[in-house]
């Protein structure tokens, strides 16, 4: 069994020149957590996380704190909205490297890659390194769970 069998195909990407401004539109409006950056060519260049996008809006002391539990409210912070100059820049400037499989991937390698590289969803390319789908460790671990209906 391979990847290409619990993919999912309707990837939402985004291109490289677009800014961080419209990588958080399309994460509002496609409600998803991973959002590969592709090229002209359709390759997988990076990807940028909702955590990523998150981030710069996180105050800077959260960084220094060990643990946020005491902390119940932070308070004036919690309206502070990154600038537009931050929102205009290119994508790429939060761009993070990219693990991608081929479609024709084992989906109990795909899950170690995953484990490995902690991974909650992954780029799925084909021979050519073209974007072709999205997985996640969701969809492969209940590709695999569902084999075993058919153990006796």
Same mark, same amino acid.
């Given at each position: 069994?391979?990847?290409?069998?619990?993919?999912? *195909?309707?990837?939402?990407? +985004?291109?490289?020149?677009?800014?961080? $401004?419209?990588?958080?539109?399309?994460?509002?409006?496609?409600? +998803?957590?991973?959002?590969?950056?592709?090229?002209?060519?359709?390759?997988?260049?990076?990807?940028?996380?909702? *955590?990523?996008?998150?981030?710069?809006?996180?105050?800077?002391?959260?960084?220094?704190?060990?643990?946020?539990?005491?902390?119940?409210?932070?308070?004036?912070?919690?309206?502070? $909205?990154?600038?537009?100059?931050?929102?205009?820049?290119?994508?790429?400037?939060?761009?993070?490297?990219?693990?991608?499989?081929?479609?024709?991937?084992?989906?109990? $390698?795909?899950?170690?890659?995953?484990?490995?590289?902690?991974?909650?969803?992954?780029?799925?390319?084909?021979?050519?390194?073209?974007?072709?789908?999205?997985?996640? *460790?969701?969809? +492969?671990?209940?590709?695999?769970?569902?084999?075993?209906?058919?153990?006796?």
């Amino acid at each position: 069994m391979t990847v290409s069998t619990c993919m999912k *195909r309707h990837v939402v990407s +985004i291109h490289s020149s677009d800014s961080i $401004r419209s990588a958080a539109a399309i994460f509002v409006k496609k409600h +998803i957590g991973l959002l590969p950056v592709v090229d002209d060519k359709n390759k997988v260049i990076g990807v940028v996380g909702l *955590r990523d996008l998150l981030t710069l809006e996180m105050p800077d002391f959260i960084e220094f704190i060990e643990d946020v539990d005491f902390v119940h409210d932070f308070g004036a912070v919690e309206t502070t $909205r990154p600038d537009a100059e931050t929102l205009d820049q290119p994508v790429t400037s939060i761009l993070k490297s990219v693990f991608t499989v081929e479609e024709d991937c084992g989906l109990l $390698r795909a899950y170690a890659l995953m484990l490995q590289h902690n991974l909650h969803d992954m780029p799925v390319v084909n021979k050519k390194g073209e974007l072709v789908g999205i997985t996640s *460790r969701v969809d +492969i671990g209940t590709k695999i769970l569902s084999l075993w209906s058919s153990v006796e």
